[in-house]
C-alpha cells in the first residue's frame, strides 16, 4: 500500500548535529528554566525575523493566553473565527469575550470594513489572524485601534518569516503571537513566542511565564508555568539554519501546486505573492460545487481514497464549535461560514516530492473531467426528457 499523505510533516534537523548540540546540555545540566540556548533563541530570532523584541513560550496558544493576560485586557475583543480554536480559547480562557467579525473573501482575514460596527463601550482590542500567512490589512486596522483606543494583538502562528514594508510581520500591532508547533514552518517541537515592544509588558511576559515569579520571595502575579526548555531551544537553532531551505522548497512546491491548476474553474487557489510576503506555509483551495459538480466534502474524500489526507482548514468556523456556539453575540459571519465550507487545504511540506503534488493535482482533473462527462450525459437526458414532455 502507498503511503498516507498528510497535510503536512514535521521538518526534522539534522541528526548528528542536533544530538551534538544537546550532548553538551550534559556538562552542566541546566536544561530548563530560560538556560543559555533559550537567550541566543531570542536573540537569532529577533535578528532573523527583523522584529522588535521577544519572548520564548512553551507553545503558541500559551504564548497568546499569556499575553492576553499581561495586557490586562476586560470586556469584549473582537476577532475571527476563520482560525484555529487556539485563537477563541485564548480569549475566552481569560474571562474575555470573543466578538467575531466577518472575513474578506480574497484572503480570508479579518474584514476591516466590518470591525467598526462591531465595536461598544466594551470592546478593549482587536485579534486578528494572518490566516495563511496572508497578512491583514494592518494599516486599517491600526487606524480603527487608534480612532477607539484599542489593543492590537496578532495571532501571526502562520505568518513566521514574513515581511512588510522591511519589517517583520509580527513587529505591527502592540504584540503578536508566533507558533513554533512541530506541522509550522519553523518549529522547536513544541514552542511559541510573543513580539511585543513595551518594556513593561515584557517583564509581565517573563513573569507569568514562570508563575508570576518576580523574585525568590515575591510572586507579584498569577502565573502559569510556559517556559520554552533547553532542547526545544536547541531544536529552534536547528531548524533556524535551515529555514531558508525550507521556504525554498515549500516554494517550489507551491509553485507546480499553481502550475497544475491553472485553468481549473471552480477551484481558487492562493494570490502569488512577491518574495518575502509569502513563507508558502499552507496550500488551501476554495471549491465552487456550483462550478465544479463535486463539492469540497467530495474532493476531501476522493484524496483520502487514494490515501492523501487534505484537511478542512478552517471548518467549523471556531464560533460554531460545541463549547462556543450559542454562548456570544450573534452576528452574520455569510463570507467567513462560505469560506469554511469550501474550503481544503492540501497537503504542503518541504520533504513531499512534486510526483506527489502532480498526482494530487491528477486526482482533482480526474475528478473535474468525470463530472462533466456526466454532466454533459445528464444535459442530454434532460433534453430527451424535456422533448417527451412537449410532445
Ligand atoms: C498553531 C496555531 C496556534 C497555536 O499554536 P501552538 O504552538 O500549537 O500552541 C494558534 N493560532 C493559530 C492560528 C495556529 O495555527
Redesign the pocket.
Known sequence: MEDRIYVTKSSMPNYEEYCAAIKLLWQDAFITNMGKYHDELEKSLIAFLNVDKISLFC??????ELLLQAMGLTGEVITTPF??V??TH?IVRNGLKPVFCDINPHDFTINTDKIEELITENTSAILP?H?YGNICDITGIQQIADKYNLKVIY?A??AFGITYHGRGVADYGDAS?L???A??IFHTI???AVVYHNAELGKSLYDLKNFGIRSEEIVAEVGANAKMNEFQAIMGLCNLKRIDAEIEKRKLLTKRYLKNLKGMSGIKVKETKNDGEDNYGYFPIVCEENLLGFSRDDLYKELARHNIYGRKYFYPLTSDQACFRNKYKDIPLPVARKTADRILTLPLYAGLSTENVDRICKILWDMVSAHKKSRILYGIHEKKQMKSINE
Do not use: Q
Not at 59 to 64: D, I, K, Q
Open positions: 507553545n503558541g496558544h500559551m504564548s497568546l482560525t484555529f487556539s485563537t485564548a489572524v490566516v495571532d502562528a502562520h503571537i507558533s513554533f508547533h506541522t509550522k513544541e514552542g511559541g
